[in-house]
């Protein structure tokens, strides 16, 4: 740590405009997040009031899901998120179990990889993947979604799934992940800001309509509306599935022009907004007759509840790497 803090930061100029931590902060797991965060504010200190601060690390889940808990360190620091999250309702998240990363067009093979892989160790050497976790902080109150829950809305907030279980509801939030389920399944991570829990989006391919369009046209953390989504409760794994029916509509709002001073998070007050919400469907009528409830098991692994078997059914394997190699 010493290393770090001080002898580091006696080689940066007084006065910096990008400072970037790359899989540093990840191998400080001995240290507690509040101390790895002041190591961070050591170094920010010197960055300038326009200046932007990158933390990238690896995209597995220890690793993404503390630099999200560093990120609400930070924040409490005076620091403010640019990307990729954004407080919609103008609250904070628990941030203990979210697992988040974003994903690019894997790579090709390079003539080493296939050298060393052979015939029969491709999994050990060759590694095409691009994924990791990733946070933009800022001085200035400004995030790249200039989106924001109206004041007076139908929208539910996404730490509100408890009360509206069941039910059928309108919802916003940003899409956290790339499609992350099997060819008759679609999922992608859900967040609005306020979630306590993992929330998913789940679409079964017999129910896909060009009205869901948005919900794959957009990018990683970009926003969306969707009305008429049930609410299901994943009790196992402690997480929410918001299940699109053929009516859902989907939407990628209109943003605006950029809006300062929207991206502080403050205590999560029930009363800023009123929830509605409407008594759901039949299963019949709002999902294809053939539709099996689907368990979130881990932002890779899917399964049909009802199935007999209970035989899961995995997305092709790609581990997490660290960015680079």
Same mark, same amino acid.
């Given at each position: ?160 799934? $408890?009360?509206?279980?069941? *039910?059928?509801?309108?919802? /916003? +939030?940003? @899409? ?6 099997? !060819? ?110 689907? $368990?979130?098991?881990?932002? *890779?692994?899917?399964?049909? /509840? +009802?199935? @007999? ?6 997305? !092709? ?9």
């Amino acid at each position: 740590m010493t290393k770090i803090s001080d002898e580091s930061l006696a080689r940066l100029p007084e006065s910096v405009s990008l400072i970037t931590f790359q899989n540093v902060l990840a191998e400080l797991e001995h240290l507690s997040i509040p101390t790895r965060a002041s190591i961070v504010c050591s170094f920010t200190r010197r960055l300038t009031d326009d200046g932007i601060l990158i933390i990238v690390e690896p995209a597995e889940m220890r690793h993404a899901t503390s630099l999200r808990l560093l990120q609400n360190e930070l924040i409490k620091n005076g620091l403010h998120v640019y990307s990729p999250c954004a407080y919609l309702w103008g609250s904070g998240c628990d941030p203990s179990s979210c697992w988040t990363f974003r994903e690019e067009p894997p790579i090709q093979a390079t003539s080493l990889m296939t050298l060393l892989a052979g015939e029969e160790e491709g999994y050990r050497f060759i590694n095409t993947d691009r994924k990791y976790a990733y946070v933009i902080l800022t001085k200035k109150q400004i995030n790249t979604c200039t989106y924001r829950i109206p004041r007076k809305t139908r929208m539910v907030r996404l730490s509100h799934m $408890e009360k509206n279980e069941g *039910r059928s509801i309108s919802v /916003a +939030g940003l @899409r956290m992940s790339e499609d992350i389920g099997t !060819k008759g399944m679609h999922i992608f991570k859900f967040c609005d800001g306020t979630c306590r829990e993992p929330v998913y989006l789940v679409l079964s391919a017999r129910n896909r309509r060009p009205g869901h369009g948005a919900l794959f046209s957009v990018k990683y953390g970009d926003p969306l509306t969707i009305t008429g989504v049930q609410v299901r409760r994943h009790k196992q794994h402690k997480a929410w599935n918001l299940i699109i029916n053929q009516d859902s509509r989907i939407e990628r709002p209109d943003t605006g022009a950029m809006i300062p001073g929207v991206n502080t998070p403050e205590p999560d007050t029930a009363g800023d907004h009123e929830d509605h919400c409407s008594p759901s469907r039949s299963h019949k009528n709002n999902l294809d007759d053939n539709f099996r409830p689907v $368990e979130i098991i881990n932002n *890779r692994t899917v399964r049909s /509840a +009802g199935s @007999r078997t209970g035989k899961e059914t995995r997305p !092709k394997k790609s581990g997490h790497k660290k960015p680079g190699q």
